[in-house]
């Protein structure tokens, strides 16, 4: 039995080594040092369990399927909080200034993991803080990077008098998503900037969004610059740890 699941997990990274082509059975056992007849019995085992495929005219073989709903299954587990808290100690720890994680819910984003400055002048919003998604760099950012079609509806809903604001914002909007990242000045609280960028998961969907809060007399043009710089390359680590390539 053992000897048998050895030899059935050849197989299967054998097919999954050559990009997803389709290998005749003579190659597969040719590959392995294994009897045809042995390759053909695992293999007609593998395509019962839908692991393996064959097609019907040429009778070769890929991988099946149920290995990308297996693995998509296991990047949606993925904890992100945990993975995005990594990232967000190291960046708390380069750039001195508190890191936040934002995400979506409905018109507002929450803030669900903070990492403190390590100095003692900071910002602090507490875990749990709702804002609204027309709000500061963090949001905008979110906003920017979801479908065009709910980023109207939800600025015409957040913004319902002012089709002037609307049209600033939906500028705004574009500008951030063109160029990866957002900052705010004194939006929500008066004297601070804020520095976002969206992380993005394995289907290049929208997770949240990383920033970077900032007492503003303590912020020259450089460096701002350098926290654009951190907070793109932060935002792109975490997204690469929930599997986008």
């Keep these: 039995m053992v000897q048998s699941i050895d030899r059935a997990m050849s197989i299967i990274k054998l097919l999954a080594s050559d990009n997803g082509e389709w290998w005749s059975i003579s190659e597969i056992a040719y590959s392995?040092?294994?009897?045809?007849?042995?390759?053909?019995?695992?293999?007609?085992?593998?395509?019962q369990h839908q692991?393996?495929?064959?097609?019907a005219d040429t009778k070769h073989y890929k991988l099946g399927s149920l290995w990308m709903e297996i693995g998509l299954r296991q990047l949606e587990k993925a904890d992100?909080?945990?993975?995005?808290?990594?990232?967000m100690a190291e960046l708390a720890q380069q750039v001195e200034e508190s890191i936040y994680f934002n995400i979506r819910d409905g018109m507002e984003s929450i803030i669900i993991e903070r990492v403190d400055s390590p100095t003692n002048v900071?910002?602090?919003d507490k875990i749990g803080l709702r804002i609204p998604l027309s709000i500061g760099a963090p949001n905008k950012t979110i906003l920017a990077n979801m479908p065009e079609?709910?980023?109207?509806?939800?600025v015409k809903e957040l913004l319902p008098s002012s089709k002037a604001k609307q049209s600033q914002l939906f500028d705004q909007l574009s500008l951030?998503?063109?160029?990866?990242y957002a900052v705010s000045y004194s939006e929500r609280t008066d004297g601070t900037i804020s520095v976002a960028a969206p992380v993005l998961d394995f289907n290049h969907q929208l997770v949240g969004?990383?920033?970077i809060g900032v007492v503003q007399y303590r912020v020259s043009e450089e460096r701002l610059s350098y926290l654009?710089?951190?907070?793109?390359?932060?935002a792109k680590e975490i997204s690469t740890a929930l599997g986008r390539t």
Aim: glycine share 2%; with cysteine; proline share 2%.
């Design 32 to 47: 392995l040092s294994l009897p045809v007849s042995t390759v053909h019995r695992l293999l007609n085992t593998l395509i």
């Design 51 to 55: 692991l393996v495929l064959q097609n």
């Design 80 to 87: 992100y909080r945990t993975k995005a808290r990594e990232v």
């Design 122 to 124: 900071r910002i602090i």
């Design 149 to 154: 079609e709910e980023t109207q509806r939800i």
């Design 176 to 180: 951030i998503k063109e160029q990866g």
């Design 209 to 211: 969004a990383i920033s």
């Design 228 to 234: 654009i710089h951190c907070i793109k390359k932060a």
